[in-house]
């Protein structure tokens, strides 16, 4: 029975083949043609018709991508770096003093012959100072002579300097009261003759400074200045 279904399936689908194919066009068996010849007569104008592509569409290939550029700033990291000038030299602060009044004039008569801006004086308070004062001597050998006996007593002194020769200071204090101190304890070991006296009074006095001295420009500006220095080094500014 299922061989007979089977079968008749078979010829229903052969014969149903042969109806679409038109096969059976000789036996009246013919398929009806799908067309509506009515929607053709009503078109208007159909040879003006035009197929349009889509909007961006194309024909083309798609190009290949361009070769990406380096940006700017790895170009500028592969170039090699410019070399660095060395630095001028800035020269070294250099100073001097204390001056007093007439040193500072000579100063400033010598300095002039030095560029503008390139020194200045700057005025600092200058303390006054009390000496413990031996002499004044008659001669050298009386000034001998009481250098002998200050050694014996295993006291300490030095040159008085300036208008205080000839004359010997046992010691040189920033104040009245302790140089007072000072004799208070030499008369203790002896010493009779010596006095307390001011050797100077407070005054202004003032400090050269040259702010940018190069290795170059150093023994020029020395030469210049060396004879109105009074004696007195440039050293570094602290």
Request: aromatic share 6%.
């Amino acid at each position: 029975m299922l061989r007979l279904a089977v079968i008749a399936l078979l010829l229903a689908n052969a014969g149903y083949y042969a109806y679409t194919q038109g096969w059976l066009r000789s036996a009246g068996l013919v398929t009806p043609e799908q067309a509506e010849p009515q929607r053709l007569q009503q078109q208007i104008r159909p040879e003006t018709l035009k197929v349009l592509r889509a909007q961006g569409a194309t024909n083309n290939p798609t190009p290949p991508p361009a070769p990406a550029v380096a940006p700017a700033a790895d170009t500028a990291a592969s170039a090699p770096a410019p070399t660095a000038a060395a630095p001028a030299d800035a020269g070294e602060c250099l100073q001097a003093g204390v001056f007093d009044d007439k040193q500072a004039a000579a100063l400033r008569t010598a300095a002039a012959a030095l560029p503008p801006g390139s020194w200045s004086l700057e005025p600092t308070p200058i303390t006054g100072r009390w000496m413990i004062y031996m002499g004044r001597f008659d001669d050298q050998d009386t000034l001998d002579k009481k250098r002998a006996e200050l050694r014996a007593r295993k006291v300490d002194f030095d040159r008085a300097g300036g208008t205080l020769e000839l004359g010997l200071s046992l010691g040189r204090f920033s104040t009245e009261e302790a140089a007072q101190r000072g004799l208070t304890a030499l008369n203790a070991q002896g010493v009779r003759t010596a006095r307390v006296i001011q050797e100077r009074q407070a005054a202004t006095g003032f400090i050269l400074k040259l702010p940018a001295v190069t290795d170059a420009q150093r023994q020029q500006w020395l030469a210049t200045l060396r004879p109105a220095m009074a004696g007195k080094t440039l050293s570094s500014c602290s």
